[in-house]
């Protein structure tokens, strides 16, 4: 048994997996930095949370992330590092919260 990849780089599967890969990971990011920062303080406790139909993208970005392994392992290896990358810095999270604006509950204030 050898270690090679299964499919190319630039199938259409593969680029589709990506994509929803980047997707579903912007906006479980955004999720995480939200309860974050509700834990420290930085954001009040009272602010509305995400719908909760996003918990169910945290077993779906690692059911993507596995398929990709099996499809073509270096290249989801590759892509699980640029979404580290792109975690630390703030990138995902500015897509995840350009995502889901029109998900996110308005709070009314009263005065």
Known sequence: MSF????????PVLVGLTIAYGIISAITTL?????QAKKNGTLPYD??????WV?????????VFIVMVYL???YALLVFAIKFIL????VLEIIGN????PFKK??????
């Open 87 to 90: 975690k630390v810095l703030p």
């Open 47 to 52: 602010e509305p949370n995400l719908p909760k």
């Open 72 to 74: 073509n392992w270096k």
């Open 55 to 63: 918990e169910m993208l945290y077993w779906l970005e690692w059911l």
């Open 106 to 111: 308005k709070q009314i204030k009263s005065f």
């Open 98 to 101: 350009f995502l889901m604006m």
């Open 31 to 35: 999720d995480i930095r939200i309860i």
């Open 4 to 11: 090679t990849s299964l499919t190319a780089y630039d199938s």
